[in-house]
């Protein structure tokens, strides 16, 4: 069974930037489309971003457009979840997720669609 594993949160100022990764181990990410949700305190889990097999399909939450970037290197495997200009509304812990089926298409945000999912990084930005 895939195994996904987070990295990069921390603790970062609003206007700042981090960097998540997630990777897996048992099978190559090669042949999977790869998410991110993330879920605050108090909130059900959320849709922030997805990268198709292929890389050539991504697709963003309205909250996130134009600041948060998905990207995947085939060379390693790894897919980056590049965050920029982050708020204090996007402290929450961070899952990558994972499924051969889905192409990142109008239903990428569902956790439903999503067979293998990682324990989640925190990310907390505060002053």
């Known amino acids: 069974q895939l195994q996904l594993v987070e990295s990069g949160g921390g603790l970062v100022q609003p206007g700042g930037s981090l960097r998540l990764s997630c990777v897996a181990s048992?099978?190559?990410?090669?042949?999977?489309?790869i998410a991110w949700f993330r879920q605050a305190p108090g909130k059900e889990r959320e849709g922030v971003s997805c990268?198709?097999?292929?890389?050539?399909?991504?697709n963003y939450a309205d909250s996130v457009k134009g600041r948060f970037t998905i990207s995947r290197d085939s060379a390693k495997p790894t897919v980056y979840l590049q965050m920029n200009s982050l708020k204090p509304e996007d402290t929450a812990i961070y899952y990558c997720?994972?499924?051969?089926?889905?192409?990142?298409?109008?239903?990428?945000?569902?956790?439903?669609?999503?067979?293998?999912w990682g324990l989640g990084t925190q990310v907390t930005v505060s002053s």
């Open positions: 048992g099978f190559t990410l090669d042949y999977y489309s």
């Open positions: 997720a994972a499924d051969v089926r889905i192409v990142c298409g109008g239903s990428w945000y569902e956790q439903y669609e999503y067979d293998s």
């Open positions: 990268i198709s097999r292929s890389g050539g399909r991504t």
